[in-house]
């Protein structure tokens, strides 16, 4: 019986994690822009409302290496920048996706 190795389990899994959370901050920027720039439909409740940990509304992004001596932060990313820039995220691990479930099937049929 083939097995798949842990390695490439975790890769996978993260991805599609990444993946997901691509998706749900592309959708919640392209809400926030809809709203500043007042095209949201009529009754149209944004649960992706983007505040900060102080309740306050962020009209832009932050990128950045968290902390530490080596931490850089762009800490007034437009959306209308960042829109593209995640798109770009998402389809980058897509493809990582593809490759690991090639690398996946590998393993597999390896083990037979």
Not at 35 to 58: I, K, W
Request: one cysteine or more; charged letters at 25%; proline letters at 3%.
């Amino acid at each position: 019986m083939s097995i798949l190795s842990a390695e490439t389990a975790v890769a996978i899994a993260v991805t599609h994690q990444e993946i997901a959370r691509g998706e749900k901050l592309l959708g919640d920027v392209k809400v926030a822009l809809d709203e500043r720039n007042q095209r949201t439909p009529f009754g149209v409740t944004a649960e992706s409302d983007l505040r900060d940990v102080f309740g306050r509304r962020q009209n832009s992004l932050q990128l950045g290496i968290p902390s530490g001596k080596s931490g850089h932060q762009i800490c007034d990313m437009s959306y209308d920048l960042a829109i593209p820039v995640i798109e770009a995220h998402i389809a980058n691990k897509r493809s990582e996706l593809r490759a690991l479930s090639l690398k996946a099937r590998a393993e597999l049929q390896d083990g037979d």
